[in-house]
Nanobody, 122 residues
Framework: QAEVAESGGGSVQPGGSLKLSCVAS????????MGWHRQAPGEGREFVAG???????TYGDSVKGRFTISQDGAKNTLYLQMTSLKTEDTAVYYC????????????????WGQGTQVTVAS
C-alpha cells in the first residue's frame, strides 16, 4: 500500500549487523502500535518485535538479545537494529501496524509493508 514501507534489507555475513527502517503514513503511525514480522522461504509469518507507546518492547524468542526495535515519532519511522545475525535469520522482513498483544484498533492489522529481503550467509 506504500502507506507502510520497509527498506534496509540486504546480504550480510553471519555475525554481522543490519538496520531496517519502516516509514508509515502519519495517521497509521499515530494510531497504531507497530512491529516487525518475518517470513522464511516455505514458512509462515513469524513475529519478530513490537513496541508500545511507552517504549516497552516485545521480541520473539529467536531474536531476543540480538535485535532491537525503536521508533522516531518525528519521522513516522520504525527501526529494527539486527546484530549477531545468523543464517536462520534469513527471511523477508515485514513492517506492520500491529503485533501480538498490541491491542490496536481493529483496522490497524490491515496495514503491512511490501517486505524487504535479509539474507545471512557466508
Amino acid at each position: 500500500q506504500a502507506e507502510v514501507a520497509e527498506s534496509g534489507g540486504g546480504s550480510v555475513q553471519p555475525g554481522g549487523s543490519l538496520k531496517l527502517s519502516c516509514v508509515a503514513s502519519t495517521y497509521i503511525f499515530s494510531s497504531c502500535k507497530m512491529g516487525w514480522h518475518r517470513q522464511a522461504p516455505g514458512e509462515g509469518r513469524e513475529f519478530v518485535a513490537g513496541i508500545q507507546r511507552d517504549g516497552t518492547t516485545t521480541y520473539g524468542d529467536s531474536v531476543k538479545g540480538r535485535f532491537t526495535i525503536s521508533q522516531d515519532g518525528a519521522k513516522n519511522t520504525l527501526y529494527l537494529q539486527m546484530t549477531s545475525l545468523k543464517t536462520e535469520d534469513t527471511a523477508v522482513y515485514y513492517c506492520a501496524a500491529d503485533f501480538p498483544g498490541a491491542n490496536n484498533y481493529y483496522w490497524c492489522k490491515n496495514y503491512w509493508g511490501q517486505g524487504t529481503q535479509v539474507t545471512v550467509a557466508s
